[in-house]
């Protein structure tokens, strides 16, 4: 079962809930060809599950005011479960309290009870998962002397872009993404993290790559024969003739 985080309806449907054919758990739609589920005689907990089970967005008839009652209910914090054993006596003590009542309940007529909600919206439900959320990171990019640097790489979850000539950085990535890596050639290659904050706005200073500075030696290469024959002989021969 997926995990949902909030519901939206993205796009009303304007056909008529009266001219579709009735199912068992709402209406058929002849133009787009789907079931529209009626979440308006559904709780808050009925409407969750059949998102969760679905897994897709889903066609429904709901009240408007629903939107908002479904949507704080999946943002309060959740209780930790019980364990196995206390969910069993738990049920079982309901059992009996529900027994009890229905052998002392006198019978009465069904009443007909008005929903606190008085408008019904028809159209699609859209299912969000926080597996499909997405943030944006934004930045600037600056030398050791606090300068821009230009067409320097983000990368962030095999997406990239380079900064502009002002060292600025815009890029969407998936929410769960830990952290992005900043390169540019001459300089050390930077990973950053990315934060919790609402705000994801960096300011990155890069540092020049390891250089060497100093003097450079050179190795001479050993002389040749003709060389060594020329350096001990033939010069202090010539000085002895003169």
Partial sequence: MQTITQITQPQPCHESWAGMSATENGRFCSSCSKNVIDFTSMTNQQIIDHLSASGNNTCGRIYTGQF????????????????????LMLALALFSFVQQVKAQAP????????SQYDQITVGEVMVESPVNKS??????????QGKPLAEVTIVANKQSVITDAAGNFRLSVPAVTPSFEVRHIGYQTKTVKIG????????????AAGM?????????????????????????IKALIG
Avoid: C, H
């Avoid at 999946?74 to 479960?81: I, M, V, Y």
């Fill in 68 to 87: 908002a009652a479904v949507n704080a209910e999946l943002s309060t914090p959740q209780l930790p479960k019980a364990g196995l054993w206390k969910r």
């Fill in 107 to 114: 019978v009465s007529k069904a009443k007909t009870v008005q």
């Fill in 135 to 144: 943030t944006v990171i934004t930045g600037k990019v600056v030398d050791e």
């Fill in 196 to 207: 919790k904050q609402t705000s994801k706005k960096y300011f990155i200073k890069m540092e």
């Fill in 212 to 236: 060497y500075l100093g003097g450079l030696g050179a190795v001479k290469r050993p002389g040749t024969i003709k060389n060594f024959y020329a350096q001990y002989l033939i010069k202090p």
